[in-house]
Structures are given as C-alpha cells and as structure tokens.
C-alpha cells in the first residue's frame, strides 16, 4: 500500500543530479540563535529575530526611518565631506567604499525632526560607514547639532554604532573632536536642555569614552556591545578571564553604567516619553 502519491508536476529536490537553488538574499542566518529567518519578515520586524530576540545592525538611514514622525525630519549639513588631513595611505578609498555603500558622504546623519510629536536635534551613526567611527566631520556635524537643539531650545537626541571609536587615519583631528561635542554637551546641560544617549551594538573607542556615555539618561538596546577598548584586548592586557556578558548592555545596567535597556519595538515610543517628560 503506498501510503504518500506525489502531486503531479511537483519535482522533488532529491530527483535528478541537481538540487533545488534557493536564490540568494531571500534568508538570513540569526548570528546567535541560527534560526533561518525570510529577510521581509525580518525587515518587518525591525531586524529583530523572533525567535531570540537578537537586535541586528541597522543603518543610519533605517534608524532614522523607525525613531522620527514621518514627515518631520529637516537634515543639515549632509553635504561637508571629509579629507585627509595626514594624506593617511589608502583613507582616500576607505572614505569612497563607505560612500557608495551607505549613500552617505560621512558616518552620520543629523538633523532637526520630532519624535512622538516631540522636536528634537538628531544625530545617527552609521556601522556601514567605516565601522561608525569618528573623523573631523562627524565631530563637526553633531557639535553642530547640538549647538542647533541649544538655538531651538529642544531636546538633543544621539543613536550611537560606533564600532569604530575616534578615526585612526585623522589622528589628533580625530581625537579633539571627543572634547569638542563633550563642551557643546555640556552647554546644551546649562541650557537646562536634555540629552537622550541610544547605544546600539556596538558602540565603543573614543565615541563611548565621550559623549556616548553623557547622556542625561542613557539608554541600550539588548545585547549592545559598548566599551572602551574590546573584551579580547582586555583580557590580553590584564591577562585575566572576563565575566560572562562583560560589555554588554545587560552587564552595564547592573553596575549603573547604563539607565535602561530597551527593546527596538519600544525605542521610539521611550524616547519620546523623555522628551515630553524634560520638556515639561
């Protein structure tokens, strides 16, 4: 008795020499979980994974899009490029690669626009773009943006991937900017204007050691990796084994270097909720 008949016209992938192809960039392997996850529902789920709850990477553009009303968004200063001021080797084509992958001229994104009906100035970095680090333009246009939110008077808001720190190839131009956006910061304070600090995965080097930790709240999504320098350099230098999580956002909250951690879903909404709450 066959107890299964195959359905006319349907070809079995094990028949013949050759399998069936899957076209490529339909699916998406979770970096820790491994579900196999179909990209458009990923996509529809702001790239978080259903099944663990994994936060990828988003672009600055992608950021942008889920965190400001739709509508609301005003950039400045998109069109400062950067140069090379050390003639660092092979910067020139680094600087290109990050351009014609992010469609951005540098790593960051700013501008005025409201958030849950919030205004507020907006500066976004972008992984893609050379790992989010931090050269002479970047510290230029958020010191910028935070002078804007203190001429508006409005709250200033910061979404941090960073992987990249201050921007070996600008050297000490790289390095002042750290001081330059602390100083406006810190006038944006005595304006009695808030500052909301997002920490996305990962956000690290001379961007945490500044003003992604200067936050008046300073918020994480789950899983970020946010430091100084990484756990593999640590522990070579002290030559001990690190906690479990070390650096994660989940670590940090729990020794107070981070006030909340919140989910993606929420982000928005919880950044608002501050604003509204400043402002009144």
């Known amino acids: ?38 990209n458009k529902d990923l996509d529809k789920n702001q790239k978080v994974c259903p099944k663990c709850g994994y936060h990828n990477q988003l672009s600055a553009l992608e950021r942008l899009y889920l965190t400001v009303d739709s509508g609301t968004f005003q950039e400045f200063d998109e069109s400062l490029v950067p140069g090379n001021p050390l003639d660092f080797p092979d910067y020139a084509e680094k600087l290109k690669r990050g351009q014609d992958k992010t469609k951005m001229l540098e790593a960051v994104i700013t501008g005025l626009g409201k958030i849950q009906d919030q205004p507020a100035s907006i500066a976004i970095t972008d992984f893609q773009f050379m790992g989010g680090s931090m050269g002479s333009v970047v510290g230029e246009k958020i010191t910028r943006a935070v002078e804007r939110a203190i001429a508006k008077k409005v709250g200033m808001i910061i979404v941090s991937a960073s992987g990249g720190g201050a921007r070996m190839q600008e050297g000490i131009f790289s390095l002042m900017q750290m001081a330059k956006i602390s100083a406006a910061l810190a006038r944006l304070g005595e304006a009695g204007l808030p500052y909301v600090s997002v920490l996305t995965d990962p956000t690290a080097g001379g961007v945490a050691a500044s003003f992604g930790m200067l936050g008046d709240v300073n918020l994480a999504e789950p899983g970020a990796m946010i430091g100084f320098a990484g756990p593999r350099v640590i522990e070579q230098t002290i030559r001990q084994k690190l906690p479990k999580g070390f650096q994660r956002s989940e670590f940090l909250v729990e020794h107070g270097f981070v006030d909340a951690i919140v989910s993606r879903h929420d982000l928005k909404s919880t950044i608002g909720q501050y604003l509204k709450f400043f402002s009144s």
């Open 1 to 38: 008795m066959v107890w299964y008949k195959k359905p006319k016209g349907v070809i079995s992938k094990f028949e013949g020499k050759k399998s069936v192809r899957v076209p490529e960039g339909l699916y998406t392997k979770c970096k820790v979980c491994s579900a196999i996850l179909y």
